[in-house]
């Protein structure tokens, strides 16, 4: 993942510089959200699908739209009568990127079906989708048409879940880290990151990062302050007699139901100073939870541990 990390950045950020005369010492400038789901995209395509996609920028970023795309068209079907919706929905672009990124994935599946052995170049991730994909119809497999359809849709359905939330998350960390005195964190957390590396050999592990208590207080005070949403895990009430909870409260048939994040991350009865940007705020809790009742970035419950 390091590797992939300082590849994705020399590609988005230093190989552009260098082709307008740019140096690799000097500062260039970049667009942050933009850079940001570049790297993060390719990070997470060599997490799901492995390295040979994850080195083809086109389809990096056709993933990367994917999921831009998706959010923009929710927003705009949701203005549009129920029964339209379908009959759009295939005229949308959305469409036309799934069937080129199922056309790049889909030599990678009929290699995973042939063997039950994953490649060094394929991640275990693909290989198990494409399994477990084959064996969804029941007792009956899947045709390969079908099985490349489905895992494309599993694949897409991962990469949705991972490159945006974690593009504005990463994305609003370094712009907090650039509206701060550089004295009162960036000095700290490169020493801290620089400690940690030395200390295990120069390789950046799980055991290495979870050293890292001031940049892990640090993430989590941009998320607490800035989470991704005003409001989080939302929900329908889907049981015909609606939803009542502990407290008595009903909430009909067909509510929408969410977690007020932003509200919650800003109250003074579970923050001191809630508005205050306190970076190093969460460092005596060591426990590095990611989810709480007062800390609710990645929503709530079994899923967001
Ligand atoms: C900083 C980065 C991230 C943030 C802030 C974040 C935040 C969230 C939030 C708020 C939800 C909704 C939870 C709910 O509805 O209860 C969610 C769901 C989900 N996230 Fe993330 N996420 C991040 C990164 C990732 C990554 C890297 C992956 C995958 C590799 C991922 C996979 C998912 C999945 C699969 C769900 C749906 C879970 C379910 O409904 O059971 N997320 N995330």
Not at 8 to 27: F, H, M, N, Q
Not at 98 to 107: A, E, H, V
């Amino acid at each position: 993942m390091n590797e992939e990390i300082r590849d994705g950045l020399r590609r988005v950020i230093w190989e552009p510089s260098a082709k307008t005369g740019g140096k690799l010492d000097e500062w260039s400038a970049t667009e942050i959200l933009h850079t940001t789901q570049s790297v993060i995209s390719q990070l997470i395509c060599r997490l799901v699908v492995g390295r040979t996609f994850s080195r083809n920028l086109e389809f990096t970023q056709k993933v990367a739209d994917f999921s831009y795309s998706v959010i923009i068209w929710s927003i705009i079907l949701d203005w549009i009568p129920d029964f339209l919706r379908p009959w759009i929905a295939w005229l949308l672009p959305i469409e036309k990127t799934k069937s080129k990124i199922s056309d790049y994935l889909c030599g990678e599946i009929l290699r995973c079906l042939s063997s039950p052995l994953a490649s060094t170049e394929t991640s275990a991730i693909l290989h198990q989708l494409v399994h477990l994909s084959r064996a969804e119809n029941g007792n009956s497999f899947y045709s390969v048409d079908e099985t490349i359809k489905c895992v494309t849709t599993q694949f897409l359905s991962i990469t949705f879940g991972a490159i945006d939330p974690t593009t504005v998350a990463v994305s609003q960390v370094v712009l907090d880290l650039l509206s701060q005195p550089s004295s009162k964190y960036l000095v700290a957390l490169q020493e801290e990151a620089t400690t940690v590396l030395a200390r295990h050999g120069g390789n950046w592990s799980l055991e290495a990062v979870k050293e890292l208590k001031l940049m892990d207080s640090f993430i989590r005070e941009s998320q607490r302050l800035h989470p991704i949403g005003i409001t989080l895990a939302a929900r329908k009430v889907i049981h015909k007699g609606g939803w009542t909870f502990e407290n008595g409260d009903h909430a009909p048939a067909g509510s929408l139901i969410s977690v007020p994040t932003y509200a919650i991350h800003h109250d003074k009865a579970l923050y001191s100073d809630p508005e205050q940007f306190e970076g190093f705020r969460f460092v005596e809790d060591d426990k590095l939870k990611t989810t709480g009742d007062a800390f609710l970035a990645f929503g709530y419950g079994r899923h967001a541990w």
